[in-house]
Nanobody, 121 residues
């Protein structure tokens, strides 16, 4: 499966953005999708993940209550709704696919190019 993230941009602190992750290729197979992010000078970190069914989700503590991950399998798209954005949310955001739900980066074997999210004061 190939992934393409979009929806990034510049937003003021406290604002909202919705990222999309569109899948193509072998989308007939079930897969979990995770969002990760990498801020300048920092390692890539886990943000959120969602099972194929959409029933199970994981969130990093830093985004819990502010971000919501969801998916529309008919459109082969996963969304990351980001509310109450903070300066520290500034990063390049990546979506990735895995056979099963997890938090570990090495669990995911299909990655798309990232989309930049910049939160300003």
């Amino acid at each position: 499966v190939q992934l393409q993230a979009s929806g990034g941009g510049l937003v003021q602190a406290g604002g909202s953005l919705r990222l999309s992750c569109a899948a193509s290729g072998r989308t007939s197979s079930s897969y979990a999708v995770g969002w990760f992010r990498q801020a300048p000078g920092k390692e890539r970190e886990f943000v959120a993940a969602l099972s194929w069914s959409g029933v199970s989700t994981y969130y990093a503590d830093s985004v819990k209550g502010r971000f919501t991950i969801s998916r529309d399998n008919a459109k082969n798209t996963v969304y990351l709704q980001m509310n109450s954005l903070k300066l520290e949310d500034t990063a390049v955001y990546y979506c990735a696919a895995a056979r099963a739900l997890g938090r570990r980066e090495d669990w995911y074997n299909a990655w798309g190019p990232g989309t930049q999210v910049t939160v300003s004061s």
